[in-house]
């Protein structure tokens, strides 16, 4: 079966950067791209991040371009997405999720909280 | 950049009554329109995709139309399982955005 199993969130202070993690298990994550979706508290759903399948191209919302960086390694199965910069704003629970116009395996989340 | 705009923001009903949430694009994204489900404190579920194919093993009292700018998702006879919020997303150009989302509850 498909499990997403994101990993890397925590607290840190403005200014300051984290990795996240999604491991990928139950399907040929090569085939796939993948995406970054967020959350802030008590919020809606923003979409942050795409990678191709292949790497070859990756694409960014507004509010995060030039600080985040998605990433993948499909000899791990596993898709990053580096934070720098981070802000107040940026605190929410990050989530990975696979296919590209369809997005039907989400993992559970990571929270990421970005507080002084 | 494409706006997503869903109406109504919250909905009170009650089990067994038919309901229908509208998402508009503020430009046309053809079919590229996608309907999740999401419960508190869990990632949201995949309902519906390319604006009106049901996803497998959702139920089939989920059905969802239209083309273009907009688009509507119907749930026919409202179950408790189904009190949640709703978003549409759409995935015909990136930055591939939500709407604000509809949150169901219970009347």
């Known amino acids: 079966q498909v499990q997403l199993v994101e990993s890397g969130g925590g607290v840190v202070q403005p200014g300051e950067s984290l990795r996240l993690s999604c491991a990928a298990s139950g399907f040929t994550f090569s085939n796939y791209g993948m995406h970054w979706v967020r959350q802030a508290p008590g919020k809606g759903l923003e979409w942050v991040a795409f990678?191709?399948?292949?790497?070859?191209?990756?694409y960014y919302a507004d509010s995060v371009k030039g600080r985040y960086t998605i990433s993948r390694d499909n000899s791990k199965n596993t898709l990053y997405l580096q934070l720098n910069s981070l802000r107040p704003e940026d605190t929410a629970v990050y989530y990975c999720a696979k296919g590209k116009t369809t997005t039907d395996y989400w993992g559970q989340g990571t929270l990421v909280t970005v507080s002084s | 950049d494409i706006q997503m705009t869903q109406s109504p923001s919250s909905l009170s009903a009650s089990v067994g009554d038919r309901v229908i949430i509208s998402c508009r694009a503020s430009q046309s994204i053809s079919t590229y329109l996608n309907w999740y489900q999401q419960k508190p404190g869990k990632a949201p579920k995949l309902l519906i995709y390319?604006?009106?194919s049901l996803q497998s093993g959702v139920p089939s009292r989920f059905s969802s139309s239209g083309s273009g700018t907009d688009f509507t998702l119907t749930i026919s006879s409202l179950q408790p399982e189904d009190f949640a919020t709703y978003y549409c997303q759409q995935s015909y150009s990136t930055p591939y955005s939500f709407g604000q989302g509809t949150k169901l509850e219970i009347k």
């Open positions: 990678i191709r399948y292949d790497g070859s191209s990756t």
């Open positions: 390319a604006a009106s």
